[in-house]
């Protein structure tokens, strides 16, 4: 059982560069979250989706762009990727949005 | 906005000792509550959840929430080494129980 499969792992790109990071889930769960973290942050939410084409902003929305046509998969896209996107990201997943949210094992980006 | 403040440590505890971890939180429409260990390099990991006033106990962890003074706390009784981590402490609210976290704090369990 998988359960959230992140990918790549990490990745290297440059400023205003494209780049989609993926989140795959074997659940089935309803609701899926992408969370940024930076030093001293804590964890913020970026977007949420609550069920296949229905997606919803965060705390932190800007410059990210969310799809989830299938309920499995919940892909993060950075349009034109800056500096201050540098961060580990992590999607979750929690079923009908009542009980506690499982993470993925996250995604170190880098823009340089 | 929503805010979760944790005391911000770091926390260092001898080994067998009890450990306690402090949290408030500002939106009172906030419905459940978590805590989460992070080890270095690795992803939050569930701890405990609570959603009623009072204690709730798993083991050697025990939660207690206080919702008149928006305030949660995680106590770690008997800590070991292998409790060294960051526990981030979440409120859930909205219609998709959306996690607004706290930044964190760093707890060192000496041997």
């Known amino acids: 059982d998988a359960g959230i499969t992140q990918s790549p792992r990490y990745k290297i790109t440059e400023t205003g560069r494209q780049v989609t990071l993926m989140c795959h889930q074997t659940w089935s769960h309803s609701y899926m979250f992408w969370y940024r973290q930076d030093l001293g942050h804590g964890l913020r939410l970026i977007y949420y989706?609550?069920?296949?084409?229905?997606?919803d902003k965060g705390e932190v929305p800007d410059g990210y762009v969310v799809s989830r046509s299938k309920t499995e998969n919940f892909p993060l896209t950075l349009e034109s990727a800056t500096r201050s996107q540098t961060s580990v990201y992590f999607c979750?997943?929690?079923?009908?949005?009542?009980?506690?949210?499982?993470f993925g094992d996250g995604t170190r980006l880098s823009i340089l | 906005q929503k805010e979760v403040e944790q005391n911000s440590g770091p926390l260092s505890v001898p080994e067998g000792a009890i450990a306690s971890l402090n949290c408030t939180y500002s939106d009172r429409g906030s419905q459940s509550f978590f805590w989460y260990r992070q080890y270095s390099g690795k992803s939050p990991e569930l701890i405990m959840f609570?959603?009623?006033?009072g204690d709730k106990e798993d083991g050697r962890f025990t939660a207690q929430l206080n919702k008149a003074s928006q305030y949660v706390s995680l106590l770690i009784r008997d800590s070991q080494p292998s409790d060294s981590a960051t526990y981030l402490c979440?409120?859930?609210?909205?219609?998709?129980?959306?996690?607004?976290f706290g930044s964190g704090t760093q707890l060192t369990v000496l041997p």
């Open positions: 979440a409120a859930a609210s909205g219609s998709a129980r959306q996690l607004t």
């Open positions: 989706s609550a069920a296949a084409d229905i997606t």
């Open positions: 979750a997943t929690v079923d009908k949005g009542s009980g506690p949210q499982h």
């Open positions: 609570i959603y009623s006033n």
